[in-house]
T-cell receptor, first 114, second 112 residues
Framework: EPEVTQTPSHQVTQMGQEVILRCVPISNHLYFYWYRQILGQKVEFLVSFYNNEISEKSEIFDDQFSVERPDGSNFTLKIRSTKLEDSAMYFC????????????FGPGTRLLVL | GENVEQHPSTLSVQEGDSAVIKCTYSDSASNYFPWYKQELGKGPQLIIDIRSNVGEKKDQRIAVTLNKTAKHFSLHITETQPEDSAVYFCAASKGGSYIPTFGRGTSLIVHP
């Protein structure tokens, strides 16, 4: 069964450093998403992406975040200058264009900012 | 914006018992309510959903109910098995973008 994959599974970085989280969505999916879950808190929507542009974003997704689909398979989330409060589990998800409600989530990347 | 509350945060049952997880939502415009199961080391996986034009939906041992008037929806698992042990999330969303607002999650533990 096809699945969303994410790399790395864990990342430790110093405050102020840039990080790039990578995702490979399911191959025939056209909508891509990033969510985050700070430890002990709810899963929160960050951004959705379709047709090479941001479709929707939350207020969390400020100027320090960016997303990109650099090639036909990868979908990345970049955090330019990490802060301690960026420490969280980051989930990528993807969905078919005509079935956006059914989102398939990856296993997540646990980011720790020191 | 939408706010989803979920209870309980932890639920411990014996194998074979039933488990019920309850959620409330605040935005009456929400019309799609998915439930996700998250096992250790994995992302949330959609297990069942319900739309606002339906009051109940069942899939084998799991069922969801929706009370639009009270803005409540619930997940019912019957004849629980140890492999049902996981974190369960409810969510609410609106047609169009279907971006879910999640509840805080319920850790279900099924003791053999």
């Amino acid at each position: 069964e096809p699945e969303v994959t994410q790399t790395p599974s864990h990342q430790v970085t110093q405050m102020g450093q840039e990080v790039i989280l990578r995702c490979v969505p399911i191959s025939n999916h056209l909508y891509f998403y990033w969510y985050r879950q700070i430890l002990g808190q709810k899963v929160e929507f960050l951004v959705s992406f379709y047709n090479n542009e941001i479709s929707e974003k939350s207020e969390i997704f400020d100027d320090q975040f960016s997303v990109e689909r650099p090639d036909g398979s990868n979908f990345t989330l970049k955090i330019r200058s990490t802060k301690l409060e960026d420490s969280a589990m980051y989930f990528c998800a993807s969905s078919l264009m005509d079935s956006k409600e059914t989102q398939y989530f990856g296993p997540g990347t646990r980011l720790l900012v020191l | 914006g939408e706010n989803v509350e979920q209870h309980p945060s932890t639920l411990s049952v014996q194998e074979g018992d039933s488990a019920v997880i309850k959620c409330t939502y605040s935005d009456s415009a929400s019309n799609y309510f998915p439930w996700y199961k998250q096992e250790l080391g994995k992302g949330p996986q959609l297990i069942i959903d319900i739309r606002s034009n339906v009051g109940e939906k069942k899939d084998q041992r799991i069922a969801v109910t929706l009370n639009k008037t009270a803005k409540h929806f619930s997940l019912h698992i019957t004849e629980t098995q140890p492999e049902d042990s996981a974190v369960y999330f409810c969510a609410a969303s609106k047609g169009g973008s279907y971006i879910p607002t999640f509840g805080r999650g319920t850790s279900l533990i099924v003791h053999p």
